[in-house]
């Protein structure tokens, strides 16, 4: 959770998980989203996250072009939720 706040895409790949959490989100955008966050969890990556600097730019790529696909389907209650998230984790001691 610490480290969600320090990684300067975080609030878009939180709105993906809340679009993707969502009832009215069409299974097909749904997929898309459940693939790019996974390719951000997981430990197999094309650069690996330890690496500085470019370590997080094909996870950010990754996910900046599932947000352009989903487009429309990612809601302003999504993005608004993450925020939400981010902002009780630094309020967190």
Not at 20 to 40: C, I, Q
Not at 75 to 81: F, L, T
């Amino acid at each position: 959770r610490k480290v969600a706040g320090k990684i300067p895409f975080a609030a878009d790949a939180l709105s993906l998980w809340w679009c993707a959490r969502d009832p009215e989100t069409p299974a097909a955008a749904k997929g898309m989203v459940l693939a790019a966050l996974a390719y951000f969890v997981l430990p197999i990556d094309a650069l690996p996250d330890v690496m500085p600097v470019i370590g997080f730019t094909d996870d950010a790529a990754v996910i900046a072009a599932v947000m352009a696909i989903v487009g429309k389907t990612l809601k302003p209650r999504h993005k608004e939720a993450a925020q939400a998230f981010l902002q009780r984790l630094s309020d967190e001691p």
